[in-house]
């Protein structure tokens, strides 16, 4: 799927209050973040499905983009010693289109951003 318009709208949105070192040109699409693996970007959809994962190490929420869990293309991670500071809370984002900003890793055969900072997710208007 190409940007449209509006995300590109959204992007520069996005970037303009993001740290200079997260810069990205476009926003991608969570079904296609797998393709920018190992670079920094901007990742951006719907959070399907949230989890958090309180007996596996760091207690990570997952926030599953790209698809309906266990057949989504992207994920973003917010370790547990992380989670109190994110407002609104993790499991209130499913359901809405938030942009997530940081290095594209690969988990399994899905990509990842591990997401450290509030600063680095945003809810977002995509059409």
């Not at 920094?40 to 790209?66: H, I």
């Not at 609104?88 to 289109?97: A, Q, R, T, Y």
């Amino acid at each position: 799927m190409k940007p449209t318009f509006h995300m590109l709208i959204l992007a520069a949105a996005v970037l303009a209050a993001a740290p200079v070192a997260a810069l990205a040109v476009d926003a991608i699409p969570a079904e296609q973040a797998a393709r920018f693996v190992g670079k920094d970007g901007m990742v951006c959809g719907k959070v399907e499905k949230t989890r958090y994962a309180q007996n596996s190490e760091g207690e990570p929420t997952f926030l599953y983009m790209g698809g309906a869990f266990p057949r989504h293309t992207f994920s973003a991670r917010i370790p547990g010693d992380q989670r109190n500071k994110f407002k609104p809370s993790p499991e209130e984002l499913e359901g809405k289109d938030v942009c997530v900003i940081g290095t594209i890793q690969r988990d399994a055969s899905r990509a990842e951003i591990a997401v450290t900072s509030p600063s680095n997710l945003k809810l977002a208007t995509i059409k």
